[in-house]
């Protein structure tokens, strides 16, 4: 294991990542175990796992920690994130805290661990991740001696996630037959989904890669990259699906392509998604990342909801969501959240309620999103840069005087309007991230040649 202080860089904004085992190993499992204790003093815990190949031994280390020092824990085994929230919530206060041994999207030379209070509230930054990190890095071997908890196992899980999104999501008695196919990317949405489908006896689905494998030897399992989605956009020309469906590794995240195998952006997916969260909500606050298509706050007030902008990230997000009370949110990074759904997100929810707007309005894929792509975004571009700070100050001093409207929640968002050319306007943000020395820019203008043009100008900032 590496040494305590070279440990403090696994710990992200939003959950624990890092190679394993050479970084994240049984050693750091214990620890981690203790830290929690040590930290939260939870008497249970709720721990489960994904499908990697290192997840078995950091879960059972992790526990070896957690009871050594005193909390019980309830195993559920194999399982998605979405249903592991999910439990935690349904709980009812069963549980104090969960972990999930997982690295979501990460490629599998990486594993992780995501950590939630018992109202399934992320453990991230400004919310214990710090004090965690310091008291994991302090942490010795775990002591023995003391009182052991106990661990039970939990084989109702799957099924009681399954009847609780099926209750929420409110299908018709009656809908028509529906052919789509389904990437679920060797992830847990292959352990997931067979168990759900069987619910759905009307959808034929056309499955790629439902076997769980921890090496992920067919693609990364990460459908924000268009890349990945070679093989499910073939499958959906082919075979003249409604649409395509690919999830993450964790089964967190969802992305569409539509009947013509056009991959549809997180930002649409969020204002079409929020469009059918406003029908049974109206009026409903729905938030959207920094990133987000000005096309999206258009379309939720259209369809008369209240939107607003909220910083990138999940535990950034669950927290204003409770804060603000917003029914639904959505990041260009294609996770959803949902009120109802103790703030947490889940692609399986997400699909269900797509299908049940597509039965309602009898209509395609493609009927529900192309309108709402009125501009040319460019989509995120990360720069590697020596100090991320000074790039900052330095786009700041070029544009904030030029700004119309600013906004630092997130790094910094400048919007440039000129009610006498709106054809003219463009918007920009730019972010530093949390963990590599990476800023993330995203330009949107009324068409494709000016926002290539604001890119260009400002790329030889950046890189100047």
């Not at 990460?222 to 075979?239: F, G, H």
């Amino acid at each position: 294991m590496p040494t305590p202080e070279s440990l403090q860089h696994v710990f992200h904004a939003y959950d624990i990542r890092g190679l394993a085992p050479e970084e994240l190993d049984e050693v750091f499992a214990r620890r981690l175990g203790q830290g929690i204790v040590s930290q939260f003093r939870p008497a249970n815990v709720l721990v489960g796992r994904d499908m990697r190949i290192t997840s078995p031994a950091l879960e059972a280390a992790l526990i070896e920690g957690l009871t050594a020092s005193g909390a019980s824990v309830t195993r559920i085994g194999l399982c998605s994130t979405p249903m592991f929230n999910v439990l935690v919530g349904l709980g009812n206060g069963s549980y104090d805290m969960g972990v999930m041994v997982t690295a979501s999207h990460n490629p599998g030379k990486y594993n992780g661990f995501k950590i939630v209070r018992g109202d399934a509230s992320p453990v991230g930054q400004g919310s214990g991740m710090e004090e965690l990190a310091d008291a994991v890095c302090a942490a010795g071997e775990v002591a023995s001696g003391g009182k052991q908890g106990l661990v039970t196992e939990d084989a109702t899980g799957l099924e009681r996630y399954i009847d609780h999104i099926l209750k929420l999501a409110a299908l018709p008695t009656e809908m028509p037959k529906t052919k789509i196919a389904i990437d679920a990317g060797n992830g847990m949405a292959g352990t997931v989904l067979p168990e759900l489908l069987k619910r759905l006896p009307w959808l034929e689905v056309l499955p790629l890669y439902f076997e769980p494998d921890g090496t992920f030897p067919n693609h990364e399992a990460n459908p924000i990259k268009t890349e990945t989605l070679t093989d499910l956009v073939a499958l959906v020309k082919k075979e003249r699906c409604a649409m395509g469906v690919a999830f993450d590794g964790d089964a967190d995240r969802i992305g569409f392509v539509d009947e013509e195998g056009t991959p549809i952006p997180g930002d649409l997916a969020t204002a079409m998604l929020g469009q059918e969260m406003l029908r049974q909500s109206p009026n409903g606050l729905v938030l959207f990342d920094v990133r987000s298509s000005r096309a999206v706050s258009e379309a939720l007030a259209e369809a008369g909801g209240r939107p607003k902008m909220c910083k990138v990230g999940h535990a950034f997000i669950k927290r204003q969501m409770r804060e603000d009370g917003a029914i639904f949110a959505g990041e260009v990074s294609m996770h959803y959240y949902f009120h109802d759904l103790h703030f947490v997100e889940s692609g399986d929810l997400v699909l269900l309620l797509v299908l049940r707007r597509l039965a309602r309005e009898r209509a395609r894929m493609s009927a529900l999103w192309k309108p709402l792509k009125k501009y040319a975004h460019s989509g995120e571009i990360n720069f590697t840069v020596a100090d991320a700070s000074v790039v900052m100050r330095r786009i700041s001093d070029a544009y904030a005087p030029l700004a119309t409207s600013t906004s630092d929640i997130d790094g910094l968002r400048y919007e440039f309007r000129d009610p006498a050319r709106p054809q003219a306007d463009w918007w920009l943000s730019l972010r530093m991230s949390n963990t590599e020395p990476l800023v993330r820019l995203n330009v949107e203008s009324r068409d494709a040649e000016t926002t290539k043009k604001r890119v260009e100008e400002i790329t030889k900032l950046i890189t100047a």
